[in-house]
């Protein structure tokens, strides 16, 4: 079965920091790699996805995420965090199996406070 | 683009009542929703996916008898909690697919806050 897992809970950095989210997922097939962010009182807001070919992607708001598949992972990255950026952020898997799609799983959040 | 909205934001019923909730994607058209609950500080927990003109399909464990859901449209999917209980309060968050196949992607509504007195 899929699992996705992000090992920091919470991450509290300072202002122009640089920022890594771990993911890492378990499925041995192909898999559609995402990330979402949910800033406070808000929805479920699409950062990033990846489908195929170029293993680092770009996303919204100066955030990238790289795809090793050897590793299983999908860490977010952003060079220098600002305040705006305190959010809960979730790494999302959906695996393909014989033409056919798995649901997408969610992985528990990491909450990222930024201080100013 | 790719919007989807969600009505009621919050509800307060009391024991025994059904609560209808709507989930709209307001700029394209979805054949596919899905409905997630989120319980407080853990992630989403799919319930079902909702296929536009025909049965959802239920997660395991997900009854479906109390959890009814209607996908009428290309841009309506709605869920009601029927009967509903205080251990049903919770976060209940849609999406909708855009795209087919290997480039799906989900949108996700703003969420529904239910809670059962």
């Given amino acids: 079965a899929q699992s996705v ?10 202002e122009a920091a640089s920022l890594e989210l771990g993911c890492n997922y378990s499925y041995g097939g192909t898999v559609n790699l ?5 800033y406070p009182g808000q929805h479920l807001q699409l950062l990033l996805k990846y489908f195929s070919g170029d293993p680092l992607v ?5 955030f990238e995420a790289e795809f090793i598949k050897s590793k299983f992972s999908f860490n977010l990255r952003k060079p220098s965090v600002q305040w705006s950026d305190t959010a809960e952020y979730f790494c999302a898997v959906k ?3 014989g033409g056919a799609t798995n ?3 969610f992985g528990t959040g990491t909450l990222l406070a930024v201080q100013p | 683009g790719a919007v989807v909205s969600q009505h009621p934001s919050r509800v307060i019923c009391k024991s025994g009542t059904s609560v209808k909730i709507e989930c709209r994607s307001l700029d394209f058209q979805a054949t596919t929703m899905f409905w997630y609950r989120q319980f407080p500080k853990q992630s989403l927990m799919l319930m079902a996916t909702s296929n536009e003109g025909s049965k959802a399909t239920y997660e395991q464990g997900v ?9 009428a449209s290309l841009t309506l999917s709605t869920l009601t909690v029927t009967s509903a209980h205080p251990e049903d309060s919770s976060f209940y968050i ?17 969420g529904t806050r239910l809670l059962v007195l």
């Fill in chain 1, 5 to 14: 897992s992000q090992h920091n809970h919470h991450v509290i950095l300072s």
């Fill in chain 1, 34 to 38: 995402f990330w979402y962010v949910q």
């Fill in chain 1, 58 to 62: 770009k996303g919204i708001k100066g």
């Fill in chain 1, 95 to 97: 695996g393909w199996y």
């Fill in chain 1, 103 to 105: 649901k997408l799983i």
């Fill in chain 2, 63 to 71: 009854e479906k008898d109390k959890f009814l859901i209607n996908h």
């Fill in chain 2, 94 to 110: 849609c999406s909708a697919s855009l795209g087919a196949g290997v480039r799906e992607t989900q949108y996700f509504g703003p």
